[in-house]
């Protein structure tokens, strides 16, 4: 799936949940009654934020911003549900 980080963004903004690959792993973006979180196969990798820009701002992977990983080509999007 072709995809551009505004349209992740906007995806978001609608209460869209993200799945993506990193390192041939499965992740997500997901939006629970508490706020929005970070997963990896159902587990909670961070606590929930209020706003998915929180969300965006705080995520570290490898001790890198989700978008630095996407702008480097390094984050395949699977799906936007």
Known sequence: METNFDE???ALMM???IEFLYK??????????????????SKNL?????TNKELLQNV?????????LFDLGLIEIRQIL
């Open 24 to 41: 041939n792993e499965l992740y997500a973006f997901v939006y629970h009654q508490k706020g929005w979180c970070f997963v990896n196969k």
């Open 8 to 10: 992740i963004e906007e």
């Open 60 to 68: 570290r992977i490898d001790d890198q911003t989700f978008k630095n």
């Open 15 to 17: 209460n869209r949940e």
């Open 46 to 50: 961070t606590p929930y934020y209020e």
